[in-house]
């Protein structure tokens, strides 16, 4: 990890950045830099709000004021609380505060919070405007941008969702001063893969810039494929098998280390059915090396568990669905034969116990 990627304060005398999202009518700015939370009044009020609920996983000194009569709403972040039930507990906070179609739900925490907050605003009334303010690294470089939405089921992650694109996104660095270093691991994954679909070299840039290069990175592609129609499917890079990581360790394995695990996966599988060759199977490791996150799979899950869990991924239409690099460049890959997968795990180094 170097220096600039793991200091918010290199970026400190950096000016904010400005990222649009361009969806014709639903266009919406993604605001990055040191105290930009302090713009939430001014987006509030070009919305026409009169009231506003916030949701909120950060303590009271650390939570937005909308500028407007407001609810603060606890919540919480971590994947054991996205879930349906907390989707029916924030609409019933909405109704008994009298939110209107008209007003604003404001969205302040980690990924599982846009995520959870995000498919909440869309359901109630059929949607009702969202901001979100995310404080995790893994939020601001991914999660609150792009509009999808989604909570957990037994059975799978994000398996019940809706696109609902935010009205605005304010990503202050200063919220990333007090993370923990395991939640810098979290953001970093995600930061890693962006290597090998269109935003190479970030690791040695400082850290509002590695922010705004995924965040530029991810807005072009959903502005070109906002519904995951073909291009958007790039951005799951590592996401199958880190998906499955998530789930086979009961979400001990955080959502960003398993998309580093699944992103030198990913290097190792198009290795092994002819797309790239073996420089370009280590640079996947090499990439995510560079920026301490583990390249080894957990050393208590088995490989038959793993590759039941892929099949219940969402891009999984036609058997195990992956994507993948080649010298074209990054795309999706279905009907992969399970014994290739199952072979190419099997080959994978074992981290050591934990």
């Known amino acids: 990890m170097t220096t600039s990627t793991s200091s918010p304060a290199a970026s400190s005398a950096s000016p904010a950045r400005q990222v649009v999202v361009g969806l014709a009518e639903r266009s ?29 996983a950060r303590p009271a000194e650390q939570t937005p004021d909308p500028g407007v009569p407001s609810l603060v709403v606890p919540a919480r972040d971590g994947e054991a609380a996205k879930d349906l039930a907390a989707v029916t507990d924030l609409c019933r906070r909405f109704v008994g505060f009298g939110l209107t179609r008209s007003d604003v739900v404001v969205s302040c925490g980690g990924g599982t919070t846009t995520d959870t907050v995000g498919l909440a605003a869309a359901l109630y009334h059929r949607g009702t405007p969202v901001v979100h303010v995310p404080t995790s690294l893994l939020a601001q470089v991914d999660a609150s941008v792009g509009g999808k939405t989604a909570v957990n089921l037994p059975e799978g992650k994000n398996l019940v969702g809706a696109y609902w694109q935010p009205a605005a996104v304010l990503c202050d660095l200063e919220h990333l001063k007090t993370l923990p270093e395991r939640e810098w691991r979290n953001g970093l994954g995600e930061i890693a893969r962006c ?13 509002l810039d590695q922010i705004s290069a995924s965040v530029t990175l991810k807005a072009g592609i959903v502005a070109a494929d906002e519904r995951d129609s073909g291009l958007r499917h790039l951005l799951n890079y590592g996401h199958t098998l880190g998906h499955a990581l998530e789930r086979a360790t009961g979400f001990a394995l955080r959502h960003g280390e398993g998309v580093a695990i699944g992103t030198v996966f990913a290097g190792r599988l198009a290795g092994a059915l002819g ?4 420089e370009r199977v280590a640079e996947h490791h090499d990439v995510v090396a560079r920026y301490g996150l583990p390249t080894a799979l957990p050393p208590h899950v088995s490989v038959s568990e793993l590759v039941e ?17 080649s010298p074209a460049g990054p795309g999706l890959v279905r009907g992969i034969a399970e014994d290739t997968v199952g072979a190419t795990l099997a080959a994978m180094p074992r981290a050591p116990a934990w």
């Open 195 to 207: 290597h090998f679909i269109g935003a190479p070299d970030l690791d040695g840039l400082p850290l």
């Open 309 to 325: 869990l892929m099949r219940l991924d969402k891009k999984a239409t036609d058997g195990l669905t992956f994507v993948l690099d």
């Open 28 to 56: 919406y700015t993604v605001h990055i830099g040191h105290g930009v939370q302090r713009l939430l009044p001014q987006v509030v009020a070009a919305l026409g709000a009169r009231r506003a609920v916030v949701v909120t």
């Open 275 to 278: 797309r790239i060759g073996p």
